[in-house]
Structures are given as structure tokens and as C-alpha cells.
């Protein structure tokens, strides 16, 4: 299955840029889930305050908090995973996409810049790789310094604030391990989802 449909993408001509154009495509397919997950999110953090007061109210009283939580939630008829469900069906696209650009088939047989699509930064050290680097390290500080300004409005805990910081560079080191072509893939999709997000959290009420 990913053979083949890495054999499709590939018999475009342009491997590198068939990764693009369907990496875009798949998101653009995705992109109802997308809308689904940020309105729910946003239905979130209009009751985050309520559930705020909630937290300070009942303290560690850990089940107590969670009842009334869940009673805010449900008066105003939005569900606690609200904003997860979208994002988790989106799953199985993923990892399609994943495999396609790991596993051996002829799409990893193309090059780009003159370097192949199969190959690893550990092994080649290739400056393609870095030029990687640099770009999947402006999308993440970009996506941080976007979810640092939500954050004024919809406060997290420490140690969410941390992982905020932290995560989207995460993208870097997994480039590092798998071959140019899921950076590729790294590199479209991440860029997408913060432009996506930013749009979508600025166009909806």
C-alpha cells in the first residue's frame, strides 16, 4: 500500500515537491477537523475563569473539582475533550503519510538539491539537513511565541508553560533520525498547522 502510493507520488517527476503538494492536500482535506478542534478549544477557554475559580474553590479535593467541572462543561454544552476528538481522528492520516515517507519505495529514490530523499543526516551530514534545521527552527519558534500570546488569555499551568517551550523544537531532533524525506514532510505539515491554527483562532467566534 505505502509502496504504491509512494510509486503514484513519485511518477510526478518531482519527488520533493509531490511531498509538498500532498502533505497540502491532505491537510486541506483535514481542515473541517481542524475548524472542529479550534472551536472547541475556544468554547474551552471561555469557561477556563469558571473553572479556574473552581480549582481554587476545591483545592486538592481532586473528585469534587472534577464533578463540578464536568457540570460547567455540561451547562453550557461543551464536552471536556472538546478540541481533542477533531485532532485524534486526523491520527490514521498521519501516520499514513509517516509511513510513506519512511518506509522503502521509489518516492525515497528521488533527490533534491542533489541530495536523496532516503538519506539520513547522521550518515551524510548533508548541508540540506541543516537548511532543514534552520527552517523546522523558525516554525517552532513561531508556533511558541503564538502559543505564548494565547496564553495571556487562556492561562496554563507551569509546567504547561514549559512544554510549550519546548516541544515544537522537537520536530528538529526527530528530522535528525528520519530520512530528508519525512523532514520534508516535518517541515510542510508543521508549517501549515501554525498557519492553519493562527488563521482559524483569529476568523472564528
Known amino acids: 500500500m505505502f509502496a504504491d502510493l509512494g510509486a503514484a507520488l513519485a511518477s510526478f517527476g518531482m519527488p520533493a515537491l509531490a511531498i509538498i503538494v500532498f502533505t497540502m492536500a491532505v491537510r486541506l482535506m483535514l481542515h473541517p477537523l481542524a ?14 475563569p469558571e473553572i479556574q475559580k473552581l480549582q481554587k474553590k476545591y483545592g486538592k479535593d481532586l473528585v469534587r473539582f472534577s464533578e463540578e ?9 461543551v464536552s471536556m475533550f472538546a478540541g481533542m476528538l477533531p485532532m485524534l481522528a486526523t491520527a490514521p492520516f498521519f501516520m499514513v503519510m509517516y509511513q510513506v515517507v519512511t518506509t522503502p519505495n521509489p518516492l525515497l529514490a528521488g533527490t533534491i538539491f542533489g541530495v536523496p530523499l532516503s538519506a539520513h543526516f547522521l ?7 541543516f537548511v532543514l534545521f534552520a527552517l523546522l527552527a523558525v516554525v517552532a519558534y513561531v508556533t511558541v511565541k ?10 496554563q499551568p507551569g509546567f504547561m508553560t514549559g512544554l510549550i517551550k519546548v516541544l515544537p523544537f522537537g520536530t528538529i531532533l526527530v528530522a535528525a533520525y528520519l530520512p530528508l524525506a519525512a523532514g520534508l514532510y516535518l517541515l510542510t505539515t508543521t508549517t501549515w498547522t501554525i498557519a492553519e491554527r493562527a488563521l482559524l483562532y483569529r476568523i472564528l467566534s
Request: proline content about 2%; cysteine-free.
Open 69 to 77: 467541572s464536568q457540570k460547567v462543561y455540561k451547562r453550557n454544552g
Open 123 to 129: 550518515s551524510t551530514f548533508s548541508w540540506a539537513f
Open 146 to 155: 503564538w502559543q505564548q500570546s494565547r496564553m495571556t488569555t487562556t492561562p
Open 35 to 48: 475548524r472542529a478542534a479550534v472551536r472547541g478549544e475556544k468554547a474551552k477557554a471561555k469557561l477556563a
